[in-house]
């Protein structure tokens, strides 16, 4: 508890979860107000970094948030000496270490595209059309299938599937720049999260299997690693599992995060080329902590003990009762456990689902 009649608990570190930050960044203002799903989804879900803080670390919640849903390191005011770490880094978060021109090229789309051509070999991923930014028609391509995406979007908003060349342009003139992916047969999403040190060194953390939906985050699975590791071997890839990391982990060296510290994620994808199955050098990288991150904790904290399988996803409350597992401590054997509260406003919930069919 905090306040003038309780005694006072300082955390060096609070976390805050703010998704569709990347606005926030792209103006560089610090006033800034999100859309109203945007705020409904960071109430809904700002009890979520309890699964990843560690021990002595606060996490900021809301106001509304009732005492009997909130534990002690749950606060709805920072302190001083508190320093905010968020989701992603923004203006609206203070003191938070960058400039918003640094805060800017964090949340750009165009990282992601500086990491790709750092990344892609043709001896290791075989022939590929190479993504590209465009801003003038004579630059579309003549011919393909792309997916166009706009510069600081995230999570499926900002994503287009055009059907052909023509519609492809008419979304150019409407949006006066577009990011352009080839489009690939895909057949599985991976996630691979690293930490990035004060030093410079890289961390690799773990992979991350999980679902999308046109351009959408849809779930994620969180098993034991044994679990994990059968699911890739029976997805035989070129480059393998092991060939991949090592790769990352080699060009990760000498990749400019313009001065980025701390968790972040590469999302690629499985795809048929043909008879054989390849690897995509990258689709995105996130320089922020990502739902990957999320499931791999979940993982080590419950699914490693507990030896079962879940699918964590954030759903609509509907039809969904019980207290977060915050409180509980249990996981259900034969229903969803609930990671965050319900309270009579909720929109979204994130829960764990025993024994799904991946």
């Not at 029976?234 to 990749?255: F, I, M, N, S, W």
């Not at 054989?276 to 991150?293: C, D, F, K, W």
């Amino acid at each position: 508890m905090r306040g003038a009649d309780a005694l006072t608990i300082f955390f060096m570190i609070l976390h805050y979860f703010n998704p569709g930050y990347e606005l926030s960044a792209k103006r560089g203002q610090a006033h800034y107000t999100p859309t109203k799903p945007v705020r409904q989804l960071r109430h809904d879900l700002a009890t979520l970094p309890i699964y990843y803080a560690a021990e002595g670390e606060g996490v900021l919640v809301p106001q509304d948030l009732p005492t009997e849903l909130r534990t002690e390191q749950m606060v709805s005011r920072a302190e001083t000496v508190d320093r905010i770490v968020p989701w992603g880094a923004a203006p609206e978060v203070p003191g938070i270490g960058y400039d918003p021109l640094e805060m800017r090229r964090l949340a750009s789309r165009e990282r992601s595209l500086e990491l790709w051509k750092k990344l892609y070999e043709p001896s290791l991923f075989g022939p590929m059309m190479p993504p590209r930014r465009i801003s003038e028609e004579s630059e579309v391509p003549k011919e393909g299938r792309w997916v166009a995406k706009l510069d600081f979007s995230s999570s499926g908003r900002g994503v287009f599937f055009p059907r052909s060349i023509p519609e492809l342009c008419e979304l150019l003139r409407r949006h006066q720049e577009l990011y352009l992916e080839p489009w690939l047969d895909r057949v599985a999403d991976r996630g691979y999260e690293f930490v990035r040190h004060p030093d410079g060194g890289i961390e690799y953390v773990g992979v991350h299997l999980f679902t999308t939906g046109q351009g959408r985050y849809g779930a994620s699975l969180v098993a034991p690693q044994a679990v994990v590791l059968e699911q890739l071997r029976r997805q035989p890839t070129t480059p393998t599992h092991e060939e991949y990391v090592a790769h990352l982990l080699e060009r990760l060296r000498g990749y400019d995060f313009h001065g980025y510290t701390g968790p972040f994620g590469i999302d690629t994808v499985v795809w048929r080329d043909g008879d054989h199955l390849r690897l995509a050098p990258s689709v995105e990288i996130n320089l922020r902590r990502t739902m990957g991150h999320v499931a791999l904790e979940l993982s080590r904290r419950y699914a490693e003990p507990s030896g079962r399988t879940y699918l964590y996803e954030i759903t609509s409350p509907q039809g969904l009762t019980g207290l977060p597992l915050y409180l509980t401590g249990s996981l259900l054997r034969h229903a969803p456990t609930l990671l965050t509260p319900l309270l009579p406003s909720t929109r979204f919930a994130a829960l764990l689902r025993p024994d799904p069919k991946w």
